[in-house]
């Protein structure tokens, strides 16, 4: 009798658990369900007529293969979530996977772009063209200059990104190089004329030309180098030839000289990295930029290029410190005498619109307040990490108690 | 407040656990015996792979910071310990002095002089004269303290290369031979006692971004890293690369930003990875051995670490921030 009570509990959980298993597999076993679906769900069988694309597994009636008519843990009785459940039809080898994956793929938030029944905009998406990516592009940012590329104005972000996955940074869909040369051939006498008759095709044109907005003519970016123009190539480069006129940075030190101080410091960023020809290219774009210092990218993005750990420390970081962006900010690029490259040593944090007050009414920090545990001075960092912290104000530990503990034992 | 440049010597102690007797009933024997057969075939070998390769145990011999006598040390950037003279020398840069410890680890003397602005990388040959990397001046200066001489140190016969020449850290060997980083050249530079340009080591790697540290052992192998690149390379005397291991990719066991290398007399490669805030030793293969240290900033631990030297006796001497620790590896 007992045996047999255990028999029926075990064969009603067994039922249950497989009740809530993906409805997919329950799909297979049941082929067209919109009838008896669609005959509660009138409003959706209404919008479902309305709409010029509908998803195909709806169409053919196939709820049952999103759906479990059942029961389910997931919201809207959905069999998976997120983009697990596009990924039993749509392959996820088959353009989700690359070097950089767009963020909501990433997150396997299909449904942010997509909507899963029906639309009026093919690829059943919910915003046409570019009004899809403005929404979380801010199109102030993007197209907010007095000349815009035809393609961005008329919505097509396509053209050039590639909304799943890339291999190439920015999601594009080709290098850099060739990227252009589809719609721009680079041939031509007005081509010719514009580049000073230098051979440019085969070169990277966004290292001079803003692929979106600018202010300037030819699309060109917003800070340019003074012989650059100036139209004096020949500052730099032999006539109508793209090699430099003098190897390595005597190239830049013979206008820059000055510059060269800066890096003779106790710590230095004198090195040759990211295999560029130029030492200075590593982080600078001698012709034209628009970010500050003629830098060839957005400044984090100039330094994560080496730092990499460090990008993928402050990315894990549930507590950041607000300018995490700007390197600069803190950081001196070139070389500093203090750890860290820091701009003003342990006043760094102190510094003017920062933490002016900070030192003044909290724990006293300086050179005769002395850290137990290391034998040093305390400043900012002895107990706040800038970089990154799973604590609240980026403190290295516990506010409560384990950060005090550290020092004062109780 | 009183600060001293302390040497101490604790011994991490390694804690026995204690067993408790209790009476053994039949039923307890048998799972007594279950749980012995469960520990001994399931338990025990993950435990031996999850600690094999795994953290050994040091003692600290010094910690040394600054006393009122010679001050705080402020970016100390270099060191270097003279095995004839047992003598330990801080390139203290902040203060642009060189600082002279005895075999105690006690403050000698410090040496000051104009001809020398930020002191970062400093070496000794058998003679007795120093080799400096001056930051501040970005070139190497030579001391001779008998003669009280204090003077540049030029470079003569080395090829010319793409860059001006900028020095970063320096070794010395057994015959005195100079191992100079080329950095913006991406090479290293060999040159005699009179500046006399000898050979060059470089690498053709796609992925190489220049030296950061070098070494150079009694056989005449050296042993340099590439901190952007996480990748060791050890070179015969010729300089034909032997070796190279490690990268930054972002998988276990991985480099995450190794700025400094050592190597011991057993042919052990210590390993100083700066943001890790740990030392990690492998062989002349690539072959991970074991840690030592982990990231804090209490004694024993290491806080950003930038630079690490051993010894011929073992001790490792380790640069973190402004403060100066002397490790002795336990046995065992």
């Known amino acids: ?410 | 407040m009183r600060y001293k440049s302390e040497v101490k010597s604790q011994k991490s102690e390694v804690r026995g656990q204690k067993c408790c007797k209790s009476p053994v009933t039949s039923r307890r024997l048998v799972t007594w015996c279950l749980m012995s057969f469960y520990s001994v075939f399931c338990i025990l070998p993950f435990a031996t792979t999850a600690f094999s390769g795994g953290k050994r145990g040091v003692r600290t011999v010094a910690v040394i910071t600054g006393d009122e006598i010679m001050g705080r040390l402020k970016q100390p950037s270099g060191l270097f310990f003279d095995e004839i003279k047992k003598r330990l020398y801080i390139a203290d840069s902040g203060n642009g002095r060189l600082v002279s410890f005895d075999a105690e680890f006690k403050y000698m003397a410090e040496l000051t002089n104009e001809a020398m602005t930020l002191p970062s990388s400093v070496v000794r040959n058998k003679e007795g004269h120093f080799f400096i990397l001056d930051r501040g001046k970005g070139e190497i200066v030579f001391i001779d303290l008998e003669k009280k001489v204090v003077k540049s140190f030029p470079l003569s016969g080395v090829p010319s290369a793409k860059e001006q020449f900028v020095p970063g850290r320096m070794a010395i060997d057994a015959d005195n031979k100079l191992y100079i980083i080329d950095k913006l050249n991406r090479r290293l530079i060999i040159v005699e006692q009179t500046g006399a340009f000898v050979r060059e080591v470089t690498v053709k790697d796609k992925g190489f971004f220049g030296f950061t540290d070098v070494r150079v052992d009694d056989k005449g192998e050296i042993y340099a890293i590439d901190a952007i690149a996480g990748v060791v390379y050890i070179f015969d005397d010729k300089g034909g690369i032997v070796s190279r291991f490690g990268s930054r990719e972002n998988k276990k066991d991985n480099f995450r930003f190794p700025t400094s290398l050592a190597v011991d007399k057993n042919g052990l490669i210590y390993i100083m990875d700066q943001h890790a805030g740990r030392i990690l030793v492998f062989d002349k293969k690539g072959v991970f051995q074991y840690a030592v240290s982990r990231p804090g900033v209490k004694e024993g631990e290491l806080s950003y670490p930038s630079y690490i030297f051993i010894d011929k006796e073992g001790r490792i001497y380790t640069i973190d921030g402004n403060r100066i620790q002397v490790f002795q590896e336990e046995k065992g």
């Open chain 1, 1 to 410: 009798m007992k045996s047999s009570g255990h028999i029926i509990w075990l064969t009603i959980g067994l039922v249950i658990f497989l009740g809530l298993q993906p409805g997919i597999i329950y799909a297979k076993a049941v082929k067209d369900t919109s009838g008896i679906c669609l005959e509660c769900h009138s409003k959706k069988a209404e919008e479902l007529t309305k709409k010029a694309i509908v998803h195909q597994p709806v169409k053919d009636g196939k709820c049952t293969w999103c759906h479990n008519p059942h029961a389910s843990k997931h919201a809207g009785l959905l069999s998976y979530t997120g983009s697990d459940l596009c990924y039993n039809c749509h392959d996820q080898k088959k353009g989700f996977m690359g070097k950089v994956v767009h963020k909501p793929v990433e997150e396997g938030n299909c449904l942010s772009c997509h909507d899963a029944h029906s639309s009026d905009i093919k690829g059943l998406l919910k915003k046409a063209g570019g009004e899809g990516g403005f929404s979380c592009h801010p199109k102030e940012s993007i197209i907010n200059k007095k000349n815009v590329h035809p393609e961005i104005k008329n919505g097509r972000c396509i053209v050039c990104h590639n909304p799943h996955s890339s291999d190439r940074e920015g999601l594009l869909i080709k290098d850099k190089k060739s990227l252009c040369a589809g719609c721009h051939p680079g041939t031509g006498e007005v081509f010719a004329k514009a580049h000073l008759g230098y051979k440019v095709s085969g070169t990277d044109c966004l290292g001079c030309h803003s692929p979106h907005s600018s202010d300037k003519k030819g699309m060109m970016k917003a800070s340019l180098h003074k012989p650059f123009e100036d139209n004096k190539c020949s500052s730099c480069h032999p006539v109508g030839s793209a090699s430099v006129i003098k190897s390595g940075i005597s190239l830049c030190t013979e206008c820059h000289e000055a510059v060269v101080a800066g890096f003779n410091k106790i710590n230095s960023h004198f090195f040759i990295g990211g295999g560029a020809d130029n030492f200075c290219n590593n982080c600078h774009n001698p012709h034209a930029s628009d970010e500050k210092y003629l830098l060839k990218d957005k400044e984090a993005r100039v330094c994560y290029e080496c730092h990499n750990d460090t990008k993928e420390y402050v990315a894990k970081s549930n507590h950041k410190h607000p300018k995490l962006g700007i390197c600069s900010d803190c950081h001196t690029s070139h070389g500093s005498n203090s750890q860290f490259f820091l701009t003003k040593g342990d006043d760094t944090c102190a510094m003017e619109n920062c933490h002016s007050t900070q030192g003044k009414f909290t724990h006293p920090i300086g050179e005769k307040i002395i850290d137990p545990r290391s034998r040093t001075p305390m400043t900012c960092t002895t107990c706040h990490n800038p970089m990154g912290s799973p604590e609240k104000a980026v403190l290295r530990f516990e506010k409560d108690r384990e950060l005090c503990e550290q020092c004062h034992q109780m």
